[in-house]
């Protein structure tokens, strides 16, 4: 009787064991799974993962939004996440227990919005994009200037600048300076279909020509409904080899010379002497890439510009943005008349 209760009383002692081993396995493998993990107020925070890393970059990017990393670290390891950590931009929302961390880590790699327009130079455009994607401003700068991408596609380190169309794209966080550079000329490309070619051929003009003088009509005028009008003048002046002397260029020379943040209120006499192949008062032609990233508009204004006989303007001081177009130099004088005394009256200096 006695061995019986006692091995009643084992087989009690065995069974509550067994359940509450089981109850800890279970414990254990909710609170390493299911549980809520996070210590954050915001609904979201987003963690970029940089490519090539490894745990040190993982555990900086996380541990702060977490309150048990070590039933996160155990989770990603019994889930082999630590064997493949991928580079990328993920969110993790207010709740997420562990699996649904380590599902946004492996598949939720957010696309970003990358915006870029009024960008006046190449290191402009590589500063602003570091901003948006991993690769830094060096990198980008030196995957524009790469030497064979630059011979492939008829391009050098002044006339690359052209490929860049401003819009909005996506990209993943983790883009290289490459892949980006590579996006941005298959977008080119797309944009620089049969069509637009062969207007641009009927002007004589490649793809690349007419985004240069797209930024300089660009920089002459906000007003696009006038656009189409500026680039026939400067067309008009092309066909007949006379010096574009536009002054936007001579604004940029400047610039190259004492720093692209000054502010340029009056182009004097004497800058109009100012060595660089980007002065059309000094070179004919075109300069030998574009002067500002044209828009659009100012592209289409060149492929779609206005026939006329004019070959001067200048700007209308009663139609602040707009200009009075001239003929013949003698029209051009007196109607520049009005805006010269408009700058002394104005005291208008540089």
Known sequence: MVNK??????????????????????????????????????ESVFVYIKSGSGLDNLKKQIFPFLKDSSSFFDAAYKKKYVLNIKAGKYEIKKGFSNKE?????????????????????LENLASRISNY?????????????????????????ESVFAIFLPNTYEFYWNTSADQ?????????????NNLRKEKAKLLNLSPVEVSVLASIVQRETPKVDERPTISGVYFNRLKKRM???????????????????????????????????????VNKGLPPGPIYMPDFSSIESVLEMETHEYLFFVADVKRPGYH???????????????????????????
């Open 5 to 42: 209760k006692i091995y009643n009383t084992i087989i009690y002692i065995g069974l509550l064991s067994s359940l509450l081993v089981s109850t800890a396995v279970i414990y254990n493998y909710y609170k390493t799974y299911y549980s809520d993990n996070t210590k954050f107020e915001d």
């Open 101 to 121: 961390i380590l599902n946004s880590l492996k598949f939720n790699n957010i696309p970003v919005k990358v915006t870029f327009n009024n960008i006046e130079r």
């Open 133 to 157: 994607i991993e690769a830094d401003s060096l990198s980008l700068m030196n995957s524009f200037n790469e030497k064979l991408f630059l011979k492939t596609n008829n391009l050098n380190s």
């Open 180 to 192: 980006f550079r590579d996006k941005m000329l298959d977008q080119y490309n797309l944009y620089w």
């Open 243 to 281: 010096k574009l002397q536009a002054d936007p260029t001579v604004v940029y020379t400047i610039k190259q010379k004492k720093g692209f943040d000054k502010k340029i209120r009056r182009v004097l006499y004497r800058d109009l002497k100012i060595k660089s192949p980007y002065n059309t008062y």
């Open 324 to 350: 009075i177009f001239a003929k013949t130099y003698r029209q051009h004088n007196k109607n520049k008349r009005q805006y010269t005394n408009w700058l002394k009256k104005n005291n208008i200096r540089r």
